[in-house]
Antibody, heavy 117, light 106 residues
Framework: EVQLVESGGGLVQPGGSLRLSCVAAGFTFSSYWMHWVRQAPGKGLEWVSRVNSDGSRTTYADSVKGRFTISRDNAKNTLDLQMNSVRAEDTAVYYC??????????WGRGTLVTVSS | EIVLTQSPATLSLSPGERATLSCRASQSVSSFLAWYQQKPGQAPRLLIYDASKRATGIPARFSGSGSGTDFTLTISSLEPEDFAVYYCQQRSSWWTFGQGTKVEIK
């Protein structure tokens, strides 16, 4: 079955760190760019970061630049997001997604990150 | 950053009616625009890409049009499962989303 499954969410204090993971199955993971997209509670969607197919190029939204790091392991079919210096406004459901046709055509179910003291 | 503005914020319609959703870009995105549907507790689902192409498995009642800065998603006859929030998204310059239009049952 073609799927993405996120994990690693939870409660973290402001200024703390958290590492999210996404495991891919059912498709050739190494062929696709991968992204993280987030959604604050009751709000819209915000693109966070992307990594190209071999992991050599990354891009970040201004809101997370310098604090978050995206990476991938094509041997393990995994995508990670290292979140450092988190803020209350980082509270959201984080989705991993592929962009096979340059749009987000496969999504995981998401993992909730709550930043609170 | 390209800003996408969706209207209306909420659309109240009955099953069987036609829904017309609008998305306006702050600058031209050519045809690099997609539409997504999101139901409560679920991830978004790609409906339309490149402004007018239906994604795999999407019913023909969903159609998209437009280019440049003005785009429309039309649902020709609303089915009960179509009541949801719809987002537009551009890929012309990185990736940004509109704020969403909620299609609710009247």
């Amino acid at each position: 079955e073609v799927q993405l499954v996120e994990s690693g969410g939870g409660l973290v204090q402001p200024g703390g760190s958290l590492r999210l993971s996404c495991v891919a199955a059912g498709f050739t993971f190494s062929s696709y760019w991968m992204h993280w997209v987030r959604q604050a509670p009751g709000k819209g969607l915000e693109w966070v970061s992307r990594v190209n197919s071999d992991g050599s190029r990354t891009t970040y939204a201004d809101s997370v630049k310098g604090r978050f790091t995206i990476s991938r392991d094509n041997a393990k079919n995994t995508l990670d997001l290292q979140m450092n210096s988190v803020r209350a406004e980082d509270t959201a459901v984080y989705y991993c997604a592929t962009s096979g046709n340059s749009y987000f055509d496969l999504w995981g179910r998401g993992t909730l990150v709550t930043v609170s003291s | 950053e390209i800003v996408l503005t969706q209207s209306p914020a909420t659309l109240s319609l009955s099953p069987g009616e036609r829904a017309t959703l609008s998305c306006r870009a702050s600058q031209s995105v050519s045809s690099f625009l997609a539409w997504y549907q999101q139901k409560p507790g679920q991830a978004p689902r790609l409906l339309i890409y490149d402004a007018s192409k239906r994604a795999t498995g999407i019913p023909a009642r969903f159609s998209g049009s437009g280019s440049g800065t003005d785009f429309t998603l039309t649902i020709s006859s609303l089915e009960p499962e179509d009541f949801a929030v719809y987002y537009c998204q551009q890929r012309s310059s990185w990736w940004t989303f509109g704020q969403g239009t909620k299609v609710e049952i009247k």
